[in-house]
Nanobody, 130 residues
Framework: QVQLVESGGGLVQAGGSLRLSCAGPGRTTGSYDTGWFRQAPGKERLEFVAGISANGVSRYYADSVKGRFTISKDNAKNTVFLQMNSLKPEDTAVYYC??????????????????????WGQGTQVTVSS
């Protein structure tokens, strides 16, 4: 069983930055593709935000966050990060990290589909005030 623990959420003013961490996609972060998803207030749908392949080579971003968010990983620490800059009120959401087996090639479609992920964290709240 893979346990994921997110941290780093909080309240920030528009234009500010936060860095989210996702600890523990297995003993070897390099074995798992990791994605960040978010659920905005009042919405049921999980929105894909960013994803990184198990080997760290391929990275994917939603159009709404390109140029503002950066996903990275530190395999030695078994941690995946989401650096969020130039935050907007519409970025307010609960952010979840998720992991799936990294043995297959990744595509934007596979990385962006929440149903493909096997393991999920508990979520961390990000609130951006205007």
């Amino acid at each position: 069983q893979v346990q994921l623990v997110e941290s780093g959420g909080g309240l920030v003013q528009a234009g500010g930055s936060l860095r989210l961490s996702c600890a523990g996609p297995g003993r070897t972060t390099g074995s798992y593709d990791t994605g960040w998803f978010r659920q905005a207030p009042g919405k049921e749908r999980l929105e894909f935000v960013a994803g990184i392949s198990a080997n760290g080579v391929s990275r994917y971003y939603a159009d709404s966050v390109k140029g503002r968010f950066t996903i990275s990983k530190d395999n030695a620490k078994n941690t995946v990060f989401l650096q969020m800059n130039s935050l907007k009120p519409e970025d307010t959401a609960v952010y979840y990290c998720a992991a799936k087996d990294g043995m297959y090639p990744t595509t934007a479609q596979t990385m962006g589909a929440a149903r493909r992920y096997d393991y999920w964290g508990q979520g961390t709240q990000v609130t951006v005030s205007s």
